[in-house]
């Protein structure tokens, strides 16, 4: 019999529901973005992001359920995320799922938001029937995570050894961290920066938007425009992380130039307009504001791909997964491919729908738990630190 599961998803600032069928048909995914009421504070305010997922929880799983053509009574189990996140936000689906699960009198699975992030990349090679090799790599980077993990494959229990399966669906993983930043979240420098130049919330598609359009314009902008964003240096661990020194890196810069106040100004009267889509505030960038969003967006995707490679390399993984709402960014992308195929790495993202946040991922994740009989107590509580390994 095929296994039904309700994902929930509450622990930033969507609402999200899904049904996910045995950790990998999706049959609907419904997210209910918070970006209009945060946007004007240039920031997620975690008392209105409460708020509003209670305001949310009911319409958008019922919404998932109506979408996948299912009744209440048609869910064999509920999968919601546990942590990390902001208490105020994951109380709302934990709550919820609690209660949900115990009128329906079906299993509750706690999920790792995290563990979540990894499954997206899995739900969508398999659609498109290429599953990832393990051990992998994975990067998690996102607005409020930068980490690195070794990923490899549960050891199988005995029972499902005897069925003969066992794929990432069903088995799930086991992590050992390798790293993670020290600072910001590359998201969070991405969110920072773009505030500091006027660029709108959040910050990471437009500038990834932006410095697209500059190098498809083809105009190198002068040298002596640029900043220049040196590699990162981290003392000890190699596979840390840190982007605060590139975001005070571009506020000196910023601050070093009078003439940055003006167009700064108009493009924040462009904000207020409701003008803040790349097209708009492309034309209302000087060469050097393009110059520092190029340069700083170049930074921050070579300090992501070299130090994944690298842990790629050292513990020899074939495999690198890249999970999260940065994993959406066009040059990311382009440039773990291109670097990665030199090393005969294969590297995996989900799409862009599923990089960022998304209950989908957590119905699919409760999937192997729920088989291996990981259920939530009746007191479950939420965990805002939740860590993966
Ligand atoms: O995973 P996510 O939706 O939420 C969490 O933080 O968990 O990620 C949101 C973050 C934001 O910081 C946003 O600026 C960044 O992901 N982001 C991007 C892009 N799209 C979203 N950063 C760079 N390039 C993008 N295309
Ligand atoms: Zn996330």
Known sequence: MPTRILGIE?????????????????????????????????GVVPELASREHLRQIVPVVREALSQAGLHFKDIDAVGVTQGPGLVGSLLVGVTYGKVL??????????????????????LEAHIGG???????????????HTLLYHVQSSAPTAERNAEGNGDAAERGFEFRRLGGTRDDAA??????????????????????????????????????????????KIKGNSYDFSFSGVKTAVLYYVRAYP?????????????????????????????????VISKFQSAVVRDLVTRTLEAAQETGSRTVLVSGG???????????????????????????ALSTDNAAMIAAAAYPHLLAGHLAPTDLNAEPNLRLA
């Open 10 to 42: 509450s622990s930033c600032d969507e609402t999200a529901a899904a049904v996910v069928v045995d950790g990998r048909e999706i049959l609907s995914s419904v997210v209910s973005s918070q970006l209009d009421i945060h946007r004007k504070y240039g």
């Open 259 to 291: 003439e940055f106040t003006d167009e700064i100004e108009t493009r924040k009267k462009a904000l207020q307009e409701g003008r803040r889509k790349a097209a708009d505030l492309f034309p209302l960038c000087s060469p050097r504001t393009l110059a």
């Open 130 to 144: 290429k599953a990832p090799e393990l051990p992998a790599i994975c990067l998690i980077v996102s607005g409020g």
């Open 187 to 232: 998201g969070e420098a991405y969110d920072k920066v773009a505030r500091l130049l006027a660029l709108g919330y959040p910050g990471g598609p437009i500038i990834d938007q932006i410095a697209g359009k500059v190098a498809a314009s083809g105009e190198k902008f002068r040298e002596k425009d640029a900043p220049n964003f040196g590699p990162v």
């Open 101 to 122: 699960a115990t009128e329906l009198g079906k299993p509750l699975v706690p999920v790792n938001h995290l563990e979540g992030h990894v499954h997206a990349v899995f």
């Open 326 to 352: 940065v994993a959406a960014n066009s040059e990311l992308r382009e440039r773990f491919t291109s670097k990665a195929a030199a090393m005969g790495v294969s590297v995996f993202f989900p799409s862009r």
